[in-house]
């Protein structure tokens, strides 16, 4: 009897807890509502985020002191984070000089166009297995915002995706919910890249199989649907197939920006200045031709 | 059921937390790429533990927690591993309880398995709705490395506390 009263107890009480949970997940695919409750649910996760990464961090700490000239290492080390950081500098200075020229020579119009950046840097800890994300340390207390691109010295990285007090996942463009608008480099043409969840390969699709595609063309975004900003470098063509059955060609492309846990990186705040119309980004492409 | 005299409530909580702890840090920390893939979900292993072994500490409450707090420590979807957990601890209390399990080796990783399975499962079926797609398929190989490990465990543990079944409940 008592034993009946516990088990129908533990019935009741799994169906109330199957449906919060399923609240939950309703609730954060299709609104935004859950966005503090994770901030305020990871508080308690964050010690255990920091001895993660503990084993990571004594493996560097290691190698670096048993390095033989380790001042030397240092000061490389520094200088190439300096560096780092300059180049990525350059490319938003490439970027508002492109726009700047633009938009003067074709709006009239003398606009300032600065991207507001901060940079952070990549943890060692591993996310699920078969998602292509990973976590910076940077969070709400940054003021990142969901969607917000990330870039490194080499090109388009991701976007964040989650975000907790003092860090956040950046979902990589090769993962498969991703895909973003590109436009080849050399010749303007308009494609999309799909990641595959794999770490080295894109699929490129949207290209016809009479247009001007080649090994080694870079593709840098449009900035369409103005999510990451214009003309950043996403990915170099690998393999172009012209199958004669079909009017589109398949191609594939590398990523520009692997994710390597030792780079920082740069997350965005993107400014709509130029808007969704598609002459003008041709000339911007155009013009950031090297 | 009823917990002994001599188990302060801080004894009894500790090694569960520390043991839920320690399982979410192994399922995050940095490991060669080859077998970060074929790691199996030990929130779950942790989990069906202390449901199977110690039913009185832990329950469905404890089992949705620790699903949410996997679920912002993955940055996943609110609610996947909170919702994969309680189903896992709801089967064991529920109908695992009354079975007699505690030496049975090979039973038990039969029945580990499975459970990893249907976690799988369901966290699978839960990001295809959300995100359109799922993962590989690599992960439907996690739950057969965490049966084997579990099958290790329970030899180890069967080997070094023959006698003491019974006294633990």
Redesign the interface.
Known sequence: MNDLRTKSNLDLKFIWFALIAIVLIVLESQTAMLRSARVVISIPVKPLIEVAQMPANVKTYYQNMFEERELLRELNQKLDEENKALREELIDLKNAADVNEWISELLHASETYQIPVISAKPSSIQLEPQAQKIVVDRGSTDRVVLGQPVIDHRGVIGQVTAISLNDSAVTLITDSTQSLSVRVRRSGIKAVVHGLGDSDKLRVSGLRSEQDVVIGDILVTTGFGEKYPVGYPVAEVISVERAKNTSFANVYAVPLAAHDPGYAVMLVWPKTVLGSDEVPLVTLNDATQE | MQPKSNYSALARIVPVVLSF?TA??LA????PESI??L?PDFVALVLIFWCLYHPGRV???V??TI???A??????????H??SK??IA?VI??FLSDSDLKDRVVQQSVIVLLLLLSNVLILTV?SR????????Y??WLTPFVGAMMWYLFALFRRKRTPRRYGIYQ
């Open positions: 702890a979410m840090v995050v920390v940095a490991l970060s893939n790691r329950g469905l409450l089992a949705f699903g949410l707090l679920d912002t420590m993955y940055f996943g979807i609110l609610g996947q909170a919702i309680v189903v709801y209390l529920r839960i709705l959300v995100h359109g797609q799922s993962g590989s690599l992960v």
